[in-house]
């Protein structure tokens, strides 16, 4: 099996997926300017964008690293924000499952938000897609996302070190994350998690080694999965009443 | 940045390649192992609002104690982070970094 048996699909995934390029290209770069900013060498900080291929994952595991939080919390923190992967492995099943062992080892590796998104919605809406042509537009998609996640986040690593305290680059880490997760704010439920969140960080601030994150993020969470019980309960009673 | 302590060595490598193997174990999960099988649903739901419930808690203490302030409350970035936080709602990523930034830095000309 081939990565590009298709060229026509490959060049197809490729375009799809190009839009992301203007998410990618300041988000790694801020990456790479952050972590050298916390102290970290060139090759320390291209090696974990090659290693984990995960933004939210990298910046968390990176200011938990310069809080000295301990590593099993570090680890907690950083592999709950990527355990939504799972979800996304799981629905890629149905599509390029069939495909060999060698190539689904590759393609768990490169599997991020925007290729993972991008692919199933286009697998969805075209089923006559053979297997070749599947695997082909989701190298596609993976070009066009992680090329230039490596490459700025070298480029954000070296050109990082030019920016003048002055301008406060410190601000870029919880400016990164309010823009991983204000654009998830869609709905009640994620509102809610996002509140208690916030409010449970404070009130377990005094945690010792940072466990008062993975409390406030528990206690989110749950709330989060109640809230969308409580809507689902509401609905089938509204259904019930009809 | 003004005392930030230097990140060990040991400990950078050890956090990284650990979590490398566990998002690489996360990512091939199904696709590698589990086949079709299907997660129960009250982990589901859970999942859906890990985002929202880690990020938040994580943002919280570093906009009201800065380490750049030596953890003093600073008006400025509490403000240029509300902006950010309703731009990326409104318009997204991009948005948020511009805005966040920028508010920031205008504030700091402004009042700084």
Redesign the interface.
Known sequence: MKLVSNPRAYWQGLRDCAPFVVIVVPFSAMFGMVATDAGLNILQVVAMSAIVIAGSAQFTALSLLQDEAPVFVVLLASLAVNMRMAMYSAALVPHIGAASMRMRMLMAYVMVDQTFAVSVRTFDAAPQMSLNEKISYYFGCVTIVCVPWYVCTYLGAVLGQLIPTSLSPDFAVPVCFIAIFAPMLRSLPHIVAAGVSIVAAVVFSGVPWNFGLIIAATLAMMAGAQVEFWQRRRAARAEGAR | ?ID????D?G??????????I???L???????L??????PD?L?????????????????????W???TAGQFDPL?MT??LI??????RF???W??VM??GS??AL?YAFG
């Open positions: 940045m930030t302590p230097t990140i060595t400990t950078f490598w050890l956090v990284t390649i650990a979590l490398g566990g998002t690489y996360i990512r091939f999960s199904f696709l590698g589990l086949g079709g099988r299907q997660l009250w589901l739901v859970h999942l859906r609002y890990v985002g929202v419930a880690v990020l938040p808690a994580l943002v919280t203490p570093m906009i009201l800065p380490a750049a970035r240029a982070a950010a936080l309703l731009a990326g709602w997204g990523v991009i948020t970094i966040g930034m920031l830095w700091q």
